[in-house]
């Protein structure tokens, strides 16, 4: 069957996950890789006869044929980038911080109308794709007033990027909480953890809500779960939402299928299987396919 | 004989101490004491820093900014300092803080990730602030290690890196070691600041000036998480006993503690920090010192013992701001107790 081509600009750790993860699509094929250096990624891409360039977003302008682009690279850059990829018509799904089009998060927000609307969807961050659904599911079953959330991750699985964009990674994830996920207010707290073994990527959401009725919370958070599981088959609980007065705990551990980076880095797994969900649903539309 | 800086945290560490409940008249009146006694920098806020209030860490009766703004009312001498954990705190948090009065922030990570502070210890050095890098939980990792991240700090433009003893889980000859290896490959000044969880708070102090530290931490009577810090008085007499200058005055820092902190606490009905059972547990198990109150109130929510849970969160590795971790420990202590 024939596919759409996508390319990766910006092969770090995301970039070189999300070409293994695309390896498997039915419906998109990675035609293009695109740095600003040899590294690790482009020797990736290049191993499996994916053509790759070291010459930035200029020779990706002068490529025939890329209807999906997915931007892992910082949020500078992926601003010059977007108005480039827009001029061409390419739908672009931006895994920075610079979130120039809407939040998507699959499980909750991913629409034909969504889609049909925007040519550039940002995929918030590995917090708020493992947290927002969650929220989301709390708020319909009880109206959320504040949530909080703590992701915990594994100080191997972040990568400079996040390191050195902290404030940028804890104020998108709370702005999707708000606007993907419903919360009237709400609050990111983000910790690395150089624990060895590595721990395994964990979420804490606190939710204090207006209607505490716990049965009612459990099922629609349990739905949401299940739904998140479709995509990412690692994604379970560590805490089943408990409650005590208005305030809901629920803690969610995400294991990686360990593509690139071991299963502890989730993190990236769940933004990365987002990233892909979101492109199929586009590539199918294309494609003519259900 | 070089002087100490001293940097009193009895109304930052001190605040986990009273579940970040201080009134601003509380707060105003130790300050200024403080001020008075000659404390060089006075370190304020919620204990978990900037923007610190939260369900996780226990919400505060003010913000950081009615703090800041209060206190910064009542000094003229002394510098005041707030603390910026990245990823509690922002940058912009940390602008507002100086519109109001901070001019000293300490810019806190786990000792292995000082690279999380390189945007935030940067921002502060361009708005002109005295930026501390602050390692915590400096017993986690070796000397080399503790080095590699202090020059990273250094490199962003911290004006001093302090050792931290979060967990009050180091010894003396432990301190020794790890401050004179930084001293003797660092060009910034060092610090130390320590919990008493073991009892060897103000002997760590005095071994850390010793190895090469120019900036102490105390608070008064001790007053910080676990079993509280170094006792600001104790201190200043033992620094002045070994004929080492601080701008301190014994009698004045003595009763700040005596006639203004201790009415304080009194009048609250809360206590002075000692060392107990969780305390101990904290300092051996070497667990985050904040993390004991939330456990005591994670055991009687869940009904078990809180050193099997304090000893849990040493054997997971939690480190600082991982209070969630506690719940989940505690829940599942309970299970396996057959407690739910």
């Given at each position: 069957?024939?596919?759409?081509?996508?390319?990766?600009?910006?092969?770090?750790?995301?970039?070189?996950?999300?070409?293994?993860?695309?390896?498997?699509?039915?419906?998109?094929?990675?035609?293009?890789?695109?740095?600003?250096?040899?590294?690790?990624?482009?020797?990736?891409a290049r191993e499996r006869g994916i053509e790759a360039t070291t010459e930035g977003i200029d020779d990706l302008m002068k490529r025939e044929g890329i209807q999906i682009c997915f931007d892992s690279t910082g949020a500078n850059p992926h601003r010059l980038h977007a108005p480039l990829l827009k001029d061409r018509g390419i739908f672009t799904l931006d895994l920075t911080p610079a979130a120039i089009g809407p939040y998507v998060v699959p499980a909750v927000n991913l629409t034909d109308e969504l889609i049909h609307n925007h040519d550039n969807l940002n995929m918030v961050t590995c917090?708020?794709?493992?947290?927002?659904?969650?929220?989301?599911?709390?708020?319909?079953?009880?109206?959320?007033?504040?949530?909080?959330?703590?992701?915990?991750?594994?100080?191997?699985?972040?990568?400079?990027?996040?390191?050195?964009?902290?404030?940028?990674?804890?104020?998108?994830?709370?702005?999707?909480?708000?606007?993907?996920?419903?919360?009237?207010?709400?609050?990111?707290?983000?910790?690395?953890?150089?624990?060895?073994?590595?721990?395994?990527?964990?979420?804490?959401?606190?939710?204090?809500?207006?209607?505490?009725?716990?049965?009612?919370?459990?099922?629609?958070?349990?739905?949401?779960?299940?739904?998140?599981?479709?995509?990412?088959?690692?994604?379970?609980?560590?805490?089943?939402?408990?409650?005590?007065?208005?305030?809901?705990?629920?803690?969610?551990?995400?294991?990686?299928?360990?593509?690139?980076?071991?299963?502890?880095?989730?993190?990236?797994?769940?933004?990365?299987?987002?990233?892909?969900?979101?492109?199929?649903?586009?590539?199918?539309?294309?494609?003519?396919?259900? | 004989?070089?002087?100490?800086?001293?940097?009193?945290?009895?109304?930052?560490?001190?605040?986990?101490?009273?579940?970040?409940?201080?009134?601003?008249?509380?707060?105003?009146?130790?300050?200024?004491?403080?001020?008075?006694?000659?404390?060089?920098?006075?370190?304020?806020?919620?204990?978990?820093?900037?923007?610190?209030?939260?369900?996780?860490?226990?919400?505060?009766?003010?913000?950081?900014?009615?703090?800041?703004?209060?206190?910064?009312?009542?000094?003229?001498?002394?510098?005041?300092?707030?603390?910026?954990?990245?990823?509690?705190?922002?940058?912009?948090?940390?602008?507002?803080?100086?519109?109001?009065?901070?001019?000293?922030?300490?810019?806190?990570?786990?000792?292995?990730?000082?690279?999380?502070?390189?945007?935030?210890?940067?921002?502060?050095?361009?708005?002109?602030?005295?930026?501390?890098?602050?390692?915590?939980?400096?017993?986690?990792?070796?000397?080399?290690?503790?080095?590699?991240?202090?020059?990273?700090?250094?490199?962003?433009?911290?004006?001093?890196?302090?050792?931290?003893?979060?967990?009050?889980?180091?010894?003396?000859?432990?301190?020794?070691?790890?401050?004179?290896?930084?001293?003797?490959?660092?060009?910034?000044?060092?610090?130390?600041?320590?919990?008493?969880?073991?009892?060897?708070?103000?002997?760590?102090?005095?071994?850390?000036?010793?190895?090469?530290?120019?900036?102490?931490?105390?608070?008064?009577?001790?007053?910080?998480?676990?079993?509280?810090?170094?006792?600001?008085?104790?201190?200043?007499?033992?620094?002045?006993?070994?004929?080492?200058?601080?701008?301190?005055?014994?009698?004045?820092?003595?009763?700040?503690?005596?006639?203004?902190?201790?009415?304080?606490?009194?009048?609250?009905?809360?206590?002075?920090?000692?060392?107990?059972?969780?305390?101990?547990?904290?300092?051996?198990?070497g667990v985050y010192s904040s993390f004991m109150l939330h456990a005591k109130r994670a055991s009687e929510r869940f009904g078990v013992d809180t050193r099997d849970i304090i000893i849990a969160l040493g054997q997971k590795k939690a480190v600082g701001g991982q209070e969630d971790w506690i719940i989940e420990v505690a829940h599942n202590l309970a299970k396996e107790q057959g407690k739910l």
């Amino acid at each position: 069957m024939k596919k759409i081509k996508a390319a990766i600009i910006g092969p770090g750790n995301i970039g070189t996950d999300l070409l293994i993860k695309l390896g498997r699509s039915d419906y998109i094929e990675v035609d293009y890789v695109v740095g600003r250096q040899e590294s690790k990624g482009i020797a990736i891409a290049r191993e499996r006869g994916i053509e790759a360039t070291t010459e930035g977003i200029d020779d990706l302008m002068k490529r025939e044929g890329i209807q999906i682009c997915f931007d892992s690279t910082g949020a500078n850059p992926h601003r010059l980038h977007a108005p480039l990829l827009k001029d061409r018509g390419i739908f672009t799904l931006d895994l920075t911080p610079a979130a120039i089009g809407p939040y998507v998060v699959p499980a909750v927000n991913l629409t034909d109308e969504l889609i049909h609307n925007h040519d550039n969807l940002n995929m918030v961050t590995c917090g708020g794709q493992a947290t927002v659904p969650i929220v989301a599911a709390i708020n319909e079953a009880a109206d959320v007033v504040y949530a909080e959330v703590i992701s915990s991750v594994s100080s191997k699985s972040a990568g400079p990027g996040t390191r050195q964009n902290i404030d940028e990674f804890t104020e998108t994830t709370r702005m999707a909480l708000e606007q993907v996920g419903g919360a009237d207010n709400a609050k990111v707290i983000i910790v690395l953890n150089p624990a060895e073994p590595p721990i395994f990527m964990r979420n804490t959401i606190y939710a204090k809500v207006r209607n505490p009725d716990i049965q009612k919370i459990k099922a629609s958070v349990d739905a949401m779960l299940e739904k998140i599981k479709a995509y990412v088959p690692g994604y379970t609980y560590l805490l089943e939402p408990i409650i005590k007065d208005d305030i809901v705990t629920v803690m969610i551990q995400v294991e990686g299928l360990g593509d690139y980076l071991p299963i502890y880095a989730g993190n990236l797994d769940i933004i990365n299987s987002a990233a892909v969900a979101v492109a199929e649903k586009y590539a199918k539309k294309l494609l003519e396919v259900e | 004989m070089r002087k100490v800086v001293m940097t009193d945290t009895t109304l930052r560490d001190g605040s986990h101490s009273v579940s970040h409940q201080f009134t601003l008249e509380e707060m105003k009146a130790v300050a200024k004491s403080l001020e008075e006694a000659g404390v060089d920098i006075i370190e304020i806020g919620h204990g978990d820093g900037l923007t610190g209030s939260s369900i996780n860490y226990g919400f505060g009766r003010h913000t950081d900014f009615e703090y800041i703004e209060a206190v910064a009312s009542v000094l003229t001498r002394s510098k005041l300092a707030v603390l910026l954990i990245p990823g509690i705190g922002l940058i912009e948090h940390l602008e507002k803080a100086k519109a109001l009065g901070a001019t000293v922030v300490r810019v806190a990570t786990h000792v292995t990730e000082a690279d999380v502070s390189e945007q935030h210890i940067k921002a502060a050095k361009k708005m002109g602030m005295f930026t501390v890098g602050f390692l915590m939980m400096a017993h986690m990792a070796s000397k080399e290690v503790i080095l590699e991240e202090a020059r990273k700090m250094q490199s962003y433009g911290a004006d001093v890196v302090y050792v931290t003893d979060s967990s009050g889980a180091m010894l003396p000859d432990e301190v020794f070691e790890k401050i004179s290896y930084l001293k003797a490959h660092l060009d910034v000044p060092i610090g130390h600041h320590s919990h008493n969880n073991l009892g060897v708070a103000v002997a760590n102090s005095l071994k850390a000036y010793e190895a090469g530290a120019d900036y102490l931490d105390g608070s008064l009577i001790g007053f910080g998480a676990g079993a509280g810090n170094t006792p600001t008085e104790m201190l200043t007499a033992a620094l002045e006993k070994s004929g080492i200058q601080t701008n301190v005055d014994l009698y004045k820092i003595i009763d700040a503690g005596d006639q203004v902190l201790k009415p304080i606490v009194e009048a609250r009905g809360s206590e002075l920090p000692r060392f107990n059972s969780d305390s101990l547990i904290i300092g051996y198990a070497g667990v985050y010192s904040s993390f004991m109150l939330h456990a005591k109130r994670a055991s009687e929510r869940f009904g078990v013992d809180t050193r099997d849970i304090i000893i849990a969160l040493g054997q997971k590795k939690a480190v600082g701001g991982q209070e969630d971790w506690i719940i989940e420990v505690a829940h599942n202590l309970a299970k396996e107790q057959g407690k739910l």
